[in-house]
């Protein structure tokens, strides 16, 4: 790496992600660091795991040949939007961007996004290869997409992938959901304050174990929740603050 201007932050959220969480941090480097050879830093989140994720993060970091990599360990979880958050807040890029640490976004979708750093304000990938995903999970995200464009007169393919942020657009915004709405939430926000945007197509890969965490009862009802509230706030809120571009 050189002492070029850090351009990029990526923040890696986990929550008992061992059997994955190495494969994540390994991909990342490989591909943004050493393959675009892109100045960055990864900021990792152990968001109050109770299996060895922490520990492997820990030991990334110490045996690491890459410098700039940092972890943070909360004991218990903040939920992914959360951790981002964190993530967000001690980054140090001029964008930021999100890789689960679960190993499903692919080393070609790292490379598609970040190809893209200072092309616009922000880059939304969507995944082509959907199909990898069960088939409840298939027709709930692809609802999902559809309900979100109508409600807020958007034209998206996907609300939830790895997307590459202005870091100052961010810390702009109203502190968003915890939940798994909360990159939805700073897309529609961000959307319609006029942000230059581009989406790029990506495909997932497998995931290397553990379990999806997306689908449960009490993140539906933070889900819906979190959608009312950006309805409100978008449409019926006259003193809300657009973030400055």
Request: proline fraction near 4%; hydrophobic fraction near 40%.
């Amino acid at each position: 790496m050189t002492d070029s201007p850090l351009q990029l932050s990526i923040i890696i959220p986990a929550l008992n992600e061992e059997q994955a969480i190495e494969a994540t941090i390994q991909t990342v480097i490989q591909k943004v660091a050493r393959e675009l050879k892109t100045p960055c830093e990864l900021i990792l989140v152990n968001d109050g795991s109770s299996d060895r994720t922490g520990a492997l993060m820990d030991n990334a970091v110490r045996k690491s040949e890459f410098p700039k990599i940092t972890a943070i360990h909360n004991q218990k979880p903040y939920n992914i939007g959360g951790a981002f958050r964190q993530g967000v807040e001690k980054a140090r890029g001029k964008y930021v961007m999100m890789v689960p640490g679960d190993n499903e976004e692919s080393g070609q979708t790292l490379i598609n996004v970040v190809k893209k750093l200072g092309v616009t304000d922000l880059i939304i990938s969507y995944p082509t290869n959907a199909e990898i995903r069960s088939r409840s999970r298939q027709i709930i995200s692809r609802s999902y997409v559809v309900i979100l464009n109508i409600l807020f007169g958007l034209k998206l393919h996907y609300l939830n992938g790895a997307c590459l942020i202005r870091r100052d657009l961010l810390l702009q915004l109203p502190r968003w959901t915890p939940g798994f709405a909360f990159m939805s939430e700073i897309l529609i926000e961000l959307i319609k304050s006029g942000v230059s945007y581009e989406e790029v197509e990506t495909r997932l890969q497998k995931r290397e174990g553990g379990k999806a965490k997306a689908l449960s009862l009490k993140n539906f009802l933070l889900v819906a929740s979190t959608i009312s509230k950006l309805i409100w706030r978008i449409y019926f809120t006259p003193s809300y603050r657009k973030p400055r571009l």
